[in-house]
């Protein structure tokens, strides 16, 4: 059978001759691993099989393999001329007739592999001119040479003919022609059914995710736009650039492999600091992840960014390449609208400058809320159960074990997206659970799967870095890519007005220019809204409440000006519209908050019935023609403004984009009353599912109820005033620091200082957010020179402290230091002059080990800070027991004695396990920790900042909106 060798690339063909190579010789081959290897991928010493059957005896003596990857093959004669002149120049240089190092002694054997064809035409074939070139060479530099092969195409595709175990690994890469067909050829009946459903189910995967999730929320006559037209590359910063100190000692802590960790094909990347995601995932997806290929660092990704940011689109965009590469070989199977969805894909990935992959993987999108929501109640759906089930919506008769078989017949790739609206503690655990098994399914099929899972930064516990993921954080849109993004927008949508798209691209071009709206122009959602907006009007609003506010009333005004009687349905009951999306937003929240943990959802007919309920709250009476009437009001809602849009079959409702959903949310619980409005803030500002709605809630406030700023400020303040925990936690100072990166208090220094003095307080949190707070503090420092002061004098005295504060402010000028704003020269010059050699050791928890000369050993944590736990008043038992129970599965790893100290130099991420969810729902428990966490000395701040974060991880996953609906009534009287 035939292979196609040129999705392998020199490395992976040097793999597979290594293997081949090991089955034919022996196990006894010494394989040489990347990098510089003297001309050899493997040798040998001794007596070896080969070659068999032989005229004379098999090789004995020292033995050498080279492999020779030509990257474009021109045809068999030039092919055959550049192997010649390859293995010439090996020769010579073993001659030492080319300057080359000396490569040690010359082989009495020599085994070339190439992929190159060699005709086999006596005398003037390939094989034969190859040998004689190489034995004219030999005779001509007078190497004693004994013996040699050559194992050319043909010879390598008998070899994978006979070792299954070989090419089982590398059949996505080497499958020539249609992959279909090459499969029904190699696989078993029951594997070749599964990968028939597969090719199938990718198939219709093609078409159905050929459009942009956005383009369906809020456009006219229901357009859709084309990912072809929109997709993008988006910049991510990895989780291990963080740089050494500039002490010259630091370079004796810390070994630079560790740049590799994120995969071998990413160093570069990593040296830089930012990564293309969907580029980089496709390289590191060209590698082969089996436990058997031995794959170095971290395999997999997890791609963290905050609320229309573009995480859902970059994974339909990586699901799409795959699916293009897995098709293209076979576009006589696809439908006319397939081919055309694959051929403006296949163009629009060109232009893009991105390769499609030659490790041709199968791609499964699974949506986190929903697969939860599948396991709602305790109910077991395994991760291979839950894709089965995807797939026979689309082409029946898969079974989990039919997938397990797959699993080890071909590579995979799996999306595991929108974790964090999985809110609720008790389902995610439940969804990590599930995750953990198949990672564990696949190490047992010895499966070549790259996944990756995305996730808002808000809540996030760092709970996959312990299962081989390293992390991406995508990063704001500059202001020539959001004006570049924005004119891809108006293009897609008036294509077929060149001088309407070009008018809003002009229109963003000059917003791009002004700092607060520029501010406003950093997600690809903040800028497709904005396309939307600069439509009607010439400037767009410089806040983000009044962004969406004004997206929501231009789509309503334009289907206003449509004739018909569903304008005027719009324009009698505009009240009752407004808050059946508001309230809508509310009911989706509270319940994606509950238990089931999956995304929100309403049914329709519970959708009538709340239109029905607003309707009657107007003084309509409950009569068939109210009722026809909120039904009608129902329709529009779906079929005009169309920020809803059903799911499923048609009876479950949803918002298309989570963000609008969390405005709406926002907008209806500002009805309520001010001082209420500020006590439902207050209730809800430590839960991270909140989060946006909270943001969005207090934008409107600053705005639009002046009188409410004081009270929601204070409010903040006295979060830290309910008990020690929250004391320590500090969401009052997080929110700050939001509100001042959000522009809230833009234009109002007063309360832009308030929110600066509280934001300052993070400073006394082993646990503080340093990458937000110096953001924040950055942003401040913009808008009000005066903010300066107040953040010299808290940033010298954490410098001066001997605890915690100092690792903590020594975080802050590291972060600047990497950044352009006011504050980052004096963070530079700072760091120069600090001579504290402590500040080697003071590194945030982080998913790579360092080196150190010292030895290094695993604690738990509970051991550690166990004798702290009696001062100043010892615990009774049962809060001491409990507090174990909680820290039970928490490690920290120390290196030798510093100064007289165990220096901590890691601590192993992981969420908030099961034991610790359960402890930690004791007060006193969390009281302990809390006091714990602020005793110890200044050599423990990681485990300080470990024991701060599982008190916050709990904190920020408890349910907190559950009493919202029945607080806020449906009455007009609002």
Known sequence: MDYDFSGLGARHFEHLTQAVARKVLGQDLEVLGDGPDGGREASWHGAVPFPEPSPDSPWAGYGVLQAKYRQRTEGTRRDTEWLITQIREELRSWAGATGIRDRGAVPDYLLFATNVVLSPQQERGGIDRVHVAIAETLAQLKLSVRDWRVWHFDSLCTYLDQFPDIRRPYAALTTAGDVLSALRDRLAARETHVADRAMTYAMMQLESNQWVRLGQAGHGDNQRLPLADLAVDLTATTSHTHPAPSSPASTSLFDDSFLTDLGSSSAVEVLSGQVQVVAHVLRQGEEILRLSASPAGFMHRAVLGGPGQGKTTLMQMICQ??????????????????????????????????????????????????????????????????????????????????????????????????????????????????????????????????????????????????????????????????????????????????????????????????????????????????????????????????????????????????????????????????????????????????????????????????????????????????????????????????????????????????????????????????????????????????????????????????????????????LQSRGPVENLVNSGGVLAANLIDDDIASTQPRYLRLLLQQALELLNSPACPAPLLGDALQRAVELDADCRPFIDHALEAGLDSTNWRFAVAFQLLECWSQQHGPLSPAARERLATLQRPDALYLFPPRTMRPRTHGEITEFSLYSLIAPYLSLPAAPDADTREACARALRDESVLLNSPFNGHATILYSEPGGLPDNAAEALTDPAVRNLIADTARRLPYPLHIPAAQLVGLCAAYLQHQPAGQNLLSALPLSSED
């Open 321 to 718: 390449a795959y699916r293009v590469a897995m098709l293209s070989s076979s576009p006589q199977k696809l439908s006319p609208t397939q081919q055309a969805t694959l051929s403006a894909l296949q163009a629009r990935f060109a232009q893009l400058g991105l390769s499609l992959p030659n490790h041709r993987r199968w791609p499964v999108h699974i949506d986190l809320p929903s697969y939860a929501a599948d396991m709602a109640g305790g109910r077991q759906v395994s991760v291979l159960q839950r894709i089965a089930d995807q797939v026979n919506a689309c082409t029946p008769q898969v079974t989990a074990n039919d997938l397990r078989t797959w699993l080890g017949a071909w590579p995979w790739l799996v999306v595991f997206d929108g974790l964090d609206e999985v809110a609720s503690s008790p389902a995610r655990r439940q969804v990590f659970r599930a995750v953990e098994q198949f990672l564990t399914e696949v190490r047992q099929t010895d499966g070549d799967v790259l996944v990756i899972s995305t996730s808002r930064p808000q809540g996030y516990l760092q709970e996959l870095a312990g299962m081989g993921f390293a992390h991406l954080h995508l990063v704001p849109l500059e202001a020539g890519q959001a004006v570049s993004y924005g004119r891809q927008v108006a293009h897609a949508r008036f294509s077929g007005d060149p001088g309407m798209a070009a008018q809003i691209g002009d229109r963003l071009a000059s917003a791009a220019q002004e700092d607060l709206t520029a501010r406003l122009m950093r997600t690809p959602l903040q800028i497709t809204v904005m396309s939307v907006l600069l439509e009607h009007r010439a400037r767009p609003p410089q806040e983000r409440h009044r962004l969406f506010q004004a997206y929501y009333d231009t789509l309503y005004q334009r289907e206003l000006s449509k004739p018909g009687p569903a304008s005027q349905l719009l324009h009698s009951y505009r009240y009752v519209v407004d808050r059946l999306h508001e309230r809508t937003g509310l009911v989706l929240h509270v319940s994606a908050e509950q238990a089931k943990g999956g995304e929100g959802l309403i049914r329709k007919e519970e959708l009538d019935q709340l239109a029905l309920q607003l309707t009657i709250a107007e003084g309509h009476t409950d009569s068939p023609a109210t009722r026809a009437l909120a039904t009608q009001i129902v329709e529009v809602c779906l079929n005009r403004i169309v920020l809803l849009s059903a799911r499923g079959d048609d009876k479950d409702i949803a918002f298309d984009v989570r963000s609008l959903q969390e405005f709406m949310a926002a907008r209806e619980i500002c009805r309520a009353p001010d001082t209420e409005v500020v006590e439902h803030l207050s209730q809800l500002a430590h839960s991270t599912h909140w989060r946006n709605t909270w943001l969005l809630a207090a934008g409107k406030i600053f705005y639009e109820h002046p009188r409410s700023r004081g009270p929601l400020l204070t409010a903040l303040r006295e």
